[in-house]
Nanobody
Framework: QVQLVESGGGLVQPGGSLRLSCLASGFPFSTYVMSWYRQPPGKEREWVARIDTGGTTSYADSVKGRFTISRDNPKNTVYLQMNSLKPEETAVYYC?????????WGKGTLVTVSS
């Protein structure tokens, strides 16, 4: 079955950096678009970034120039490098894939941006 396991979250100071990882299994990873979303406390989940099978990336306007999504197909892993983090980016970050007409999510990893 499809599994997505995020890791790399934690506490970081404003202006700091973190790299999130998402280990995928149960589907042919290299042939599917992968995305990152986030859900701040008390707010709706929002899209952050996506990477297609050819490595083309797209980002929400709020993170352009600061976040970088990448993938390592042999490792079945997608990454999210986050730089210049802001307190309002405190959220649970989720990995996402749409596979065979179903949407799958990991359990998320908490990122807290605070001094």
């Amino acid at each position: 079955q499809v599994q997505l396991v995020e890791s790399g979250g934690g506490l970081v100071q404003p202006g700091g950096s973190l790299r999130l990882s998402c280990l995928a299994s149960g589907f042919p990873f290299s042939t599917y678009v992968m995305s990152w979303y986030r859900q701040p406390p008390g707010k709706e989940r929002e899209w952050v970034a996506r990477i297609d099978t050819g490595g083309t990336t797209s980002y929400a306007d709020s993170v352009k120039g600061r976040f970088t999504i990448s993938r390592d197909n042999p490792k079945n892993t997608v990454y999210l490098q986050m730089n210049s983090l802001k307190p309002e980016e405190t959220a649970v970050y989720y990995c996402n894939v749409y596979y065979r007409d179903m949407e799958y999510w990991g359990k998320g990893t908490l990122v807290t941006v605070s001094s």
